[in-house]
Structure formats: structure tokens, C-alpha cells
Nanobody, 119 residues
Framework: QVQLVESGGGLVQAGGSLRLSCAVSGGIFRLIPMGWYRQAPGKQRESVAR???????VYADSVTGRFTISKDNAKNTLFLQMNSLTPEDTAVYYCNAGYVGDYPPYPYWGQGTQVTVSS
């Protein structure tokens, strides 16, 4: 019923760019994509970027200035533009979705999309 369809991951060289997308549907009420998390091997899942219903973004310090989160409300789709990628950005990236009033991390997750940055 609830679906978070992610795309855009892949293998890029250091300094390159990728754009991730997350299309969200389902739920008893409208499910809203809220942000992106990532998890690298041996590390905890961490918040990368979040965006409020009003469109205000919040970024992790490690990606500020390089990543940009945005959304298309009409399509209920979330994006993450990733520039100046480094090998430390290598991780599985997960879309996170929920409802207004929930606390992050929100209860719904995408399957994850692998981002690999080579040196």
C-alpha cells in the first residue's frame, strides 16, 4: 500500500554529481516525503537532509553547500541533488516519509539506493 520509489543512485567519480528521486504514494492519509538518510558500512543511519512542509531545508554539516534537497508537491516527489561527491559520501541513501505531526525519523522508508563514489 505504502510505496517509496527511489531512483538515481549509481557509481560516479569523485567530484561528480548525482540526483536522487523519491516518489511517495499510499497511506490512509497523504504520505509526505520528508528527507533523506544514508547508511555507510559499519555506521549508523544518519540524516542527510530534511525539508519541511513549508519548504525549509535542513542539512547535515557534512553535506552543507554540496547537496540540495527539493520537492515537487504536485508529484509528491522528493529530490536530492548531490554535487562535489567524495568517497565518504558512499552509502545507501534512503528516502524517509511520514505525516505532518510525526517526529523524525518518520515511519516509512524507501528500499534504499546505492551511491558509490570512486576516488
Amino acid at each position: 500500500q505504502v510505496q517509496l520509489v527511489e531512483s538515481g543512485g549509481g557509481l560516479v567519480q569523485a567530484g561528480g554529481s548525482l540526483r536522487l528521486s523519491c516518489a511517495v504514494s499510499g497511506g490512509i492519509f497523504r504520505l509526505i516525503p520528508m528527507g533523506w538518510y544514508r547508511q555507510a558500512p559499519g555506521k549508523q543511519r544518519e540524516s542527510v537532509a530534511r525539508i519541511s512542509s513549508g519548504g525549509v531545508p535542513v542539512y547535515a554539516d557534512s553535506v552543507t553547500g554540496r547537496f540540495t534537497i527539493s520537492k515537487d508537491n504536485a508529484k509528491n516527489t522528493l529530490f536530492l541533488q548531490m554535487n562535489s561527491l567524495t568517497p565518504e559520501d558512499t552509502a545507501v541513501y534512503y528516502c524517509n516519509a511520514g505525516y505532518v505531526g510525526d517526529y523524525p525519523p518518520y515511519p516509512y522508508w524507501g528500499q534504499g539506493t546505492q551511491v558509490t563514489v570512486s576516488s
